[in-house]
């Protein structure tokens, strides 16, 4: 069995913004010659997520302003508990909450076995500093 890790790293000048990641994990799965195995992809950062959906800009249109109604940045101690620590971020934490930490794909003849339309996303939710996340192979 083989196993392999690499990590990207992305510093996104927005604080909420998402990138399709799909071509930089399907380069990791063939450069790790599985042909039969899994794909875990996971942010290393509790205001950051990867998770899994369609490339439609109009999608990531209303989840950004979906999750913001969910969680309003608010850098004040006033509305969350967290930001009275000195932190100025609980509303990326949250959206993470929410987004998801990590996805696992099925690799199935050396590529990515997705359903129509899937793609992987990296979502960003307290941008302006470098954060990675986590690409490992697992199989023959």
């Not at 000048?13 to 450069?31: C, D, G, H, L, Y």
């Not at 042909?35 to 205001?47: D, K, S, V």
């Not at 009275?84 to 949250?94: F, K, L, P, Q």
């Not at 996805?103 to 990675?132: C, H, M, S």
């Amino acid at each position: 069995m083989k196993s392999v890790t690499e990590y990207l790293t992305f510093e996104l000048p927005a604080r909420m913004s998402f990138v399709n990641i799909t071509p930089q994990v399907e380069a990791v799965v063939r450069k790790s010659g599985v042909r039969e195995g899994l794909l875990l992809c996971n942010a290393m950062h509790i205001t950051a997520s990867v998770f899994i959906n369609d490339d439609e800009p109009g999608l990531h249109e209303d989840y950004k302003k979906w999750l913001e109604k969910l969680a309003p940045f608010d850098p004040s101690p006033t509305r969350y508990a967290h930001n009275r620590t000195g932190e100025d971020n609980a509303d990326a934490h949250m959206k993470r909450q929410v987004m998801g930490r990590e996805v696992v794909v099925a690799i199935t003849n050396g590529k990515l076995d997705f359903g129509p339309w899937e793609q992987i996303f990296y979502g960003e939710f307290d941008g302006n500093r470098p954060k990675r996340v986590l690409v490992k192979v697992i199989g023959d």
